[in-house]
């Protein structure tokens, strides 16, 4: 998240808020939904079974009313008095009326020692026989008595029994067995109640058989006989279930009423869906504004920052804010701000880059007229120095004989004195020479400065029997042949002298590559140098030996690196006291070498 850019991170932000506050927003909302669905749901569902248990009560009243009017006419009591005879009016007493024909299965009339004397309709070919305790309870009741209810393939059916006679002496009894229909009113009527959803049960209070108002059906998976508030139930191939039963009075039966929880969920799984719906509606609106929000402000801020980091490259050219219709803004002056700093800077920098390049025409112009001066000083210092030392010489030589041993040993002094201070000078003439002159740089062969040094040294090479080893063939370089002429001269009479004298000098010339530029290695078997003195010994009149013990003037290491540096290169040594000294110039290395130019150098 932290490398991330502003423009990304802003609608990351904003969606995951959306997301998050609608997910909160729509996982509250849908339970409380779904709370007050599943209150409203089984509310109803306890009313309408307690109605149906109700209106079944009334409709099994009706039917015992109906029995008992029929067990009260004389056609059946006359017959149950005398069977044999009459048994045409009998059964014609028994037929139901044609617009209940449908529901009844049959008719019959039974003895009172409970055997079946006539029989009308299907029943008994059904199987449908009536239980003798039937009978037994219809003799005690002063009305029809409602039996359970019997299979019959895959119907169901139920006897309504009515005594004949008085409980005293019962003549016999009217079994009516009636088919289980489903009244559609009753369906209707518990579809507007509770939903579509709702099935309505009637069962044996035994649990034994239950019907759907058409047909046998398994019954709920627990005991609802006794239940009396709401059950709550898995039923096979539905699921989750809610139910209420109910007993019905005056009867062996039960009402069940079952709701499932999947349809009292469904419409707040609706709400639900639709939440989720403008949630993501939100989301990608939100998403789409943010992005072009975040568009507008980091547009500028790319801008912004891309004008700083070129201005922190030392570009002072861009500027942010030069806008026809600039932004009013945080952002607008900002860039703004940032411009007028910018031109600032530039002026200042500017400014600054004036007054230095003024002052170092300035010092340079003083340095070259102190160089100037000092050039012309040294150069008439040596007149009268001459003059000093050849008078003196001339002294020595034709007043030699006059002067006693003491006087002698002035005069002498007086020479070497006078040579001292003209070598002294003529180093620093050279020094100032090659400070001053104007070196035109070209490729050239090593070679040919090579050869002119080892020549400059000659006489310290054959003084102290020197062995000086260069390994040629040397790289062509950049240079100017004079000065790296010198250079190496004075770096190989180092070598030569800063060694003990009882030692021969070994010198050791050679040259590597190194990244496109050469180095010239000078390595010899001398005192060494301490490594905190390698830098002070490039100074001029730095020295670290006393003059007795190695003669010079502290300007030849001076004259080394002025000339390596006029030529675009580098000087450096690695020594240690003692283990001998390895000096060496970094010099451009050249691609070819123009003879021309190489022969024609210095
Ligand atoms: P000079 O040789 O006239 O003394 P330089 O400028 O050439 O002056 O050298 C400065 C000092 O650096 C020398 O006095 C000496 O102490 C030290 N030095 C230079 N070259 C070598 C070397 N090859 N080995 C040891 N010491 C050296």
Do not use: C
């Not at 014609?92 to 009308?120: F, K, M, N, T, Y």
């Not at 929880?261 to 609706?270: D, E, K, N, S």
């Not at 400014?351 to 112009?365: F, I, N």
């Amino acid at each position: 998240m932290r490398g991330l850019s502003i423009k990304l991170k802003l609608p990351l932000l904003i969606g995951a808020l959306v997301v998050a506050v609608t997910g909160v927003y729509a996982v509250a909302a849908y339970r409380a939904m779904a709370r007050a669905a599943m209150t409203v749901a089984t509310g109803r569902l306890t009313t309408v079974t307690d109605q149906l248990a109700q209106a079944l009560h009334t409709s099994r009243n009706s039917l015992v009313a109906h029995l008992d009017s029929i067990a009260q006419r004389p056609e059946i009591a006359r017959y149950l008095a005398r069977p044999g005879a009459g048994s045409t009016a009998a059964l014609a007493a028994l037929a139901p009326p044609l617009e209940r024909a449908q529901s009844v299965a049959g008719v019959a009339l039974w003895s009172a020692d409970h055997h079946r004397l006539l029989s009308q309709g299907e029943a008994p070919r059904r199987g449908l026989t009536v239980d003798s305790t039937l009978l037994l309870a219809a003799a005690k009741s002063d009305s029809a008595v409602i039996g359970p209810f019997h299979l019959a393939g895959d119907s169901i059916a139920y006897p309504v029994v009515a005594r004949v006679g008085t409980s005293a002496r019962p003549l016999g009894y009217v079994v009516e067995w009636r088919w289980v229909v489903g009244t559609a009113r009753s369906r209707e009527q518990t579809n507007q109640l509770v939903g579509t959803n709702a099935h309505i049960y009637l069962g044996n209070t035994g649990g034994d058989i239950w019907s759907d108002l058409t047909r046998p059906v398994p019954g709920p998976p627990v005991d609802v006989t006794h239940a009396t508030g709401l059950l709550r139930y898995d039923r096979a191939g539905v699921g989750p279930t809610y139910a209420v039963a109910r007993h019905i009075d005056g009867s062996p039966w039960l009402v069940l009423v079952e709701y499932p929880v999947q349809a009292v969920l469904a419409p707040a799984r609706i709400a639900l869906s639709r939440l989720v719906l403008i949630g993501v509606i939100i989301l990608v609106l939100g998403l789409a504004a943010t992005w072009a929000l975040s568009r507008t402000l980091t547009r500028p801020l790319a801008g912004l920052t891309h004008a700083a980091e070129t201005v922190a490259a030392g570009d002072y050219a861009p500027l942010v804010g030069i806008d026809p219709d600039p932004r009013g803004d945080e952002l607008g002056r900002l860039a703004a701000a940032f411009d007028t700093m910018v031109q600032r800077v530039a002026e200042a920098q500017q400014r600054l880059e004036d007054r230095v390049r003024a002052r170092t025409a300035e010092l340079q112009e003083r340095n070259e007229e102190l160089e100037a001066f000092a050039y012309s000083i040294s150069h008439d210092l040596r007149a009268p120095l001459r003059a000093m030392g050849g008078f003196s010489q001339a002294l020595l030589e034709d007043y030699g004989d006059k002067l006693d041993q003491t006087g002698k040993q002035y005069a002498e002094r007086v020479v070497a004195g006078a040579n001292t201070m003209d070598q002294l000078i003529r180093d620093l003439l050279s020094y100032s020479r090659i400070t001053r002159s104007e070196l035109r740089l070209t490729p050239l062969d090593l070679h040919r400065p090579m050869q002119s040094a080892t020549e400059q040294v000659a006489n310290d090479v054959a003084a102290r029997h020197a062995r000086v080893v260069v390994d040629e063939p040397l790289p062509p370089v950049v240079g100017h042949e004079t000065t790296l002429a010198q250079v190496l001269a004075n770096l190989l009479a180092n070598a030569i002298k800063f060694v003990p004298a009882e030692r021969t000098p070994d010198v050791h010339v050679r040259a590597e590559l190194r990244d496109g530029r050469v180095r010239v290695w000078v390595e010899d078997n001398g005192i060494g140098i301490a490594p905190e003195h390698h830098e002070r010994i490039f100074r001029v009149f730095e020295r670290l030996n006393p003059a007795e013990d190695f003669p010079g003037t502290g300007i030849g290491l001076a004259i080394v690196r002025k000339g390596v540096e006029r030529m675009g290169g580098r000087v450096g040594v690695e020594s240690a006291p003692g283990g001998g000294s390895r000096f060496w110039i970094d010099l451009s290395q050249a691609e070819a070498v123009d003879e021309r130019h190489s022969h024609s150098a210095g």
